[in-house]
């Protein structure tokens, strides 16, 4: 199985709930942000970014949020289905195209 | 078949052992990288070329030193690896032809374990 994310915060909503997944990011500098979501045993899967001349985009049934004033990130989920339980990460771009991403935040999601 | 190729997908070895990690890649992109995943950490950053001629340092890089063959193969070695070099290690591309977007494709890892 999946090791990663033994000690993740972790999201339990039902099938059908709208499920949001917060990300505090910490460089002030940083233009761009994207969330992944990483399937047990698979790698991260690109989901939406947005960048920082921007406080929200939206995708098919996802909509990232920007609030530069606190540093703060979130990703909406709407009617969470059971295939959307994954590991989610937010990264943020610091520059020289480089991702830092964040420790990830797990979304079970109950039938 | 997988657009990123990670070999070997699972490996055990010994402490001191020299390891070395393969990523090819169909998606004819000029940017590659390796992530390292350890439980609670989320994704570090080994090293990344953005050709064939250029290799750059990440956060973590000491320890390891990596190859880049061609634009398709970049590889990750651990000259004498050690316990705390156990865990999930990602090969990653991007396009960067039309800048930078920061979506990076992702192989499906390469599990270390050094005993």
């Known amino acids: 199985g999946e090791s990663v994310g033994l000690h993740l915060p972790t999201l339990s909503v039902q099938e059908g709930d709208n499920s949001i997944i917060n990300c505090a990011y910490s460089?002030?500098?940083?233009?761009?942000f994207i969330w992944y979501k990483q399937e047990s045993g698979k790698g991260p899967q690109f989901i939406i970014d947005?960048?920082?001349?921007?406080d929200k985009r939206q995708g098919q049934r996802v909509t990232v949020l920007l609030n530069k004033t606190v540093k703060h990130l979130s990703l909406q989920i709407a009617a969470t289905q059971p295939g959307d339980s994954a590991v989610y990460f937010c990264?943020?771009?610091?520059?020289?195209?480089?991702?830092?991403f964040g420790t990830g935040t797990r979304l079970l999601v109950s039938p | 078949d997988a657009d990123v190729t990670q070999t070997p997908r699972n490996r055990i070895t010994k402490t001191g052992k020299r390891i070395m990690l393969e990523c090819s890649q169909t998606?004819?992109?000029?940017?590659m990288y390796w992530y390292r995943q350890d439980p609670g950490l989320g994704l570090q950053l080994i090293y990344y070329?953005?050709?064939?001629?250029?290799?750059n340092k990440g956060e973590i890089s000491d320890g390891y030193s990596v190859s880049r063959q061609a634009q398709a193969k970049f590889s990750l070695s651990l000259e004498s690896a050690i316990p705390n070099q156990t865990a999930l290690y990602f090969c990653?591309?991007?396009?960067?032809?039309?800048?930078?977007?920061?979506?990076?494709?992702f192989g499906e890892g390469s599990r270390l374990t050094v005993l």
């Open positions: 070329s953005f050709d064939v001629k250029d290799i």
């Open positions: 460089n002030s500098a940083s233009d761009y």
């Open positions: 990264a943020e771009n610091r520059g020289f195209q480089k991702l830092v």
């Open positions: 947005i960048r920082s001349n921007m």
């Open positions: 998606k004819g992109h000029d940017r």
């Open positions: 990653a591309t991007s396009d960067g032809t039309s800048g930078f977007t920061g979506e990076l494709f």
